[in-house]
């Protein structure tokens, strides 16, 4: 059984940065690709960030591009996303996902392609 745990969310300035990290329990964290998500009050869940097996590949939302950056360290089984230049916009709960087939880095920005989701961390950002 894999478990993501998400950490590193809270309140920000606007222009402010926060880091967010998340964990994975499990073997096999460094064959598969992993992305973020964040979920506003009322709207649905949208794709953030998503990052290759390898840690070559990144691939952003047009929104968070410029701003964020994906990275992750497979020694710690951890992903983390960086986030510069927070805007109120970014305010959301953010989670993070493993895709559900090893060694695949398709449709990334679909959360069906993920099996895996951690809890979430809110991330708040004030005007």
């Known amino acids: 059984q894999v478990q993501l745990a998400e950490s590193g969310g809270g309140l920000v300035q606007a222009g402010g940065s926060l880091r967010l990290s998340c964990a994975a329990s499990?073997?096999?964290?460094?064959?598969?690709?992993m992305g973020w998500f964040r979920q506003a009050p009322g709207k649905d869940r949208e794709f953030v960030a998503a990052i290759s097996w390898g840690g070559l590949t990144t691939y952003y939302a047009d929104s968070v591009k410029g701003r964020f950056t994906i990275s992750r360290d497979n020694a710690k089984n951890t992903v983390y996303l960086q986030m510069n230049s927070l805007k109120p916009e970014d305010t959301a709960d953010y989670y993070c996902?493993?895709?559900?087939?090893?060694?695949?880095?398709?449709?990334?920005?679909?959360?069906?392609?993920?099996?895996?989701w951690g809890q979430g961390t809110q991330v708040t950002v004030s005007s």
């Open positions: 996902a493993r895709q559900a087939r090893d060694y695949y880095y398709g449709q990334v920005h679909l959360p069906g392609q993920y099996n895996y």
């Open positions: 499990g073997r096999s964290f460094s064959s598969y690709a």
